[in-house]
């Protein structure tokens, strides 16, 4: 089993529509978790960050961990064409260890 | 003024040579990491130094040896390159454990043929 599993996709939504993007993972460990946008032929850059369970919220995007569900979720409110990417969920338990991506949900917002 | 940048950009090369990326980051971060990208968008950490030190080293090849001449840079050398190994590798740099997140440098596309 994957220690992070992401839907990837792909997904395509109408110009301001609400989107929701979704990891599960199984290490109960997991601590930090967060998401970033990958445009294409670009490295991914970090979107969202967020410490155990919450939510957290920045402009368009809000960010929610649930720790005992294992669940994390990226929503876009009013969704543009330049949201178009793909999403990479990632999270790590801290210290001195790596973090695990998921395999990136690929967005498509139509106009 | 970019943060993590990778040379080259893209590195198209025939199988049994041997190539070289470099990364240099500019933020005063002290620990950096290899990351291969498959066709599938899978992240998959190769390795990873802090302040000059090896301290994450996944299952690689042999044929692959970074080399960390100071904490700004973080160079990989791929001998013997095979068809297995074309894909996108991203270089990243964190201030240190990296739990509040990588700044990732733009990626070498490689192409082995």
């Known amino acids: 089993q994957k220690e992070v599993e992401q839907d990837p996709g792909p997904l395509s939504v109408p110009e301001g529509a609400i989107v929701s993007l979704n990891c599960t993972y199984s290490?109960?460990?997991?601590?930090?978790f967060m998401w970033y946008r990958q445009y294409s032929r670009k490295g991914p850059e970090l979107l969202m960050y967020t410490y155990s369970s919450g939510n957290k919220e920045d402009g368009r995007f809000t960010a929610q961990v649930d720790k005992s569900s294992k669940y994390i979720s990226l929503f876009i409110r009013d969704s543009q064409p330049s949201d178009s990417a793909t999403y990479l969920c990632?999270?790590?338990?801290?210290?001195?260890?790596?973090?695990?991506f998921g395999t990136g949900t690929r967005l498509t917002v139509i106009p | 003024d970019t943060a993590v940048s990778q040379t080259p950009k893209y590195l198209v090369t025939q199988m049994g040579n041997d190539k070289s990326i470099k990364c240099e980051q500019n933020?005063?971060?002290?620990?950096m990491y290899w990351y291969k990208q498959d066709s599938k968008k899978f992240l998959k950490i190769m390795f990873s130094?802090?302040?000059?030190?090896?301290?994450i080293n996944e299952t690689v090849p042999n044929r692959f040896s970074p080399k960390s001449p100071d904490k700004a840079h973080l160079n990989l050398h791929i001998n013997s390159l095979e068809l297995g190994d074309s894909a996108v590798y991203f270089c990243?740099?964190?201030?240190?454990?990296?739990?509040?997140?990588?700044?990732f440098g733009s990626g070498t596309r490689l192409t082995v043929v």
């Open positions: 990632a999270m790590g338990p801290g210290g001195a260890n790596n973090l695990f």
């Open positions: 990243a740099s964190s201030s240190g454990t990296g739990n509040y997140g990588y700044t």
């Open positions: 130094y802090n302040n000059k030190e090896l301290i």
């Open positions: 290490n109960s460990a997991f601590q930090y």
């Open positions: 933020l005063g971060h002290d620990t």
